[in-house]
């Protein structure tokens, strides 16, 4: 099977910026995605690394180190509407159905 | 597009009820999963399905059947449910490729008395 690892809690001010790490265990990994999720809503697709690196997609940057088996997601300039819960996922097999961890819950206070 | 639209969004069964919950989505893809969220505990996949006429296990199958007729369609029954398959259920959609990323329904929250 695999498994995850990412904090349960992070909190930060407004404008802050805030790292949530991520290690995994598995076997057959192809990459690792993030997801963002408010308040119980759908989880929506923040990212994906499937090589080693940085990925950045605005505010939000994600890095990957395959012979790590870790990963964070970085979030900068932090606003109050990036209060949510993060998963970090990895994709394991060829059929892309992704494996996700118990999920960080950020709160960004003004 | 609606994207992936889930029906019923709440529903309360009594122990041993049987109930379908239904996925749809409008987009094409070949992928569709079914996830239970648990407080705490993230999302497990329960059963997933890369084309029509496919079904897999997932992580937690038990207690389920799925069914995909349809591609657009993907369904999730409960035969005999449990207090223990109280849960928030999502389904999701994604097309072939590793970081293309899941399309999420805004999920059914279910409740066995």
């Given at each position: 099977g695999q498994s995850l690892e990412q904090p349960s809690e992070v909190t930060a001010v407004e404008g802050a910026?805030?790292?949530?790490?991520?290690?995994?265990?598995t076997s057959g990994f192809y990459g690792l995605s993030w997801y963002q999720q408010h308040d119980g809503g759908a989880p929506?697709?923040?990212?994906?690394?499937?090589?080693?690196?940085?990925?950045?997609?605005?505010?939000?940057?994600?890095?990957?180190s395959r012979s790590d088996s870790y990963g964070y997601l970085l979030?900068?300039?932090?606003?109050?509407?990036?209060?949510?819960?993060?998963?970090?996922?990895?994709?394991?097999?060829?059929?892309?159905?992704?494996?996700?961890?118990?999920?960080?819950?950020?709160?960004?206070?003004? | 597009n609606a994207g992936v639209t889930q029906t019923p969004k709440f529903r309360v069964l009594k122990t041993g009820q049987s109930m379908t919950l239904l996925c749809a989505q409008d987009m094409n893809h070949e992928y569709m999963y079914w996830y239970r969220q648990d407080p705490g505990m993230g999302l497990r996949l329960i059963h997933y399905s890369v084309g029509e006429g496919t079904t897999a296990k997932g992580e937690v199958p038990d207690g389920y059947n799925v069914s995909r007729l349809k591609?657009?369609?993907?369904?999730?029954?409960?035969e005999s449910a449990a207090p223990s398959q109280t849960s928030v259920y999502f389904c999701a959609s994604s097309p072939i490729g590793q970081g293309a990323g899941y399309t999420f329904g805004s999920g059914t929250r279910l409740t066995v008395v």
């Open positions: 910026i805030v790292q949530i790490n991520c290690t995994y265990q929506t697709f923040l990212s994906y690394n499937g090589l080693d690196g940085l990925e950045e997609t605005g505010r939000f940057s994600s890095f990957l979030l900068q300039e932090l606003q109050m509407k990036d209060s949510a819960s993060y998963f970090c996922a990895v994709s394991v097999g060829g059929d892309y159905k992704l494996s996700f961890g118990a999920g960080t819950t950020v709160t960004v206070r003004a | 591609k657009q369609n993907f369904l999730l029954g409960l």
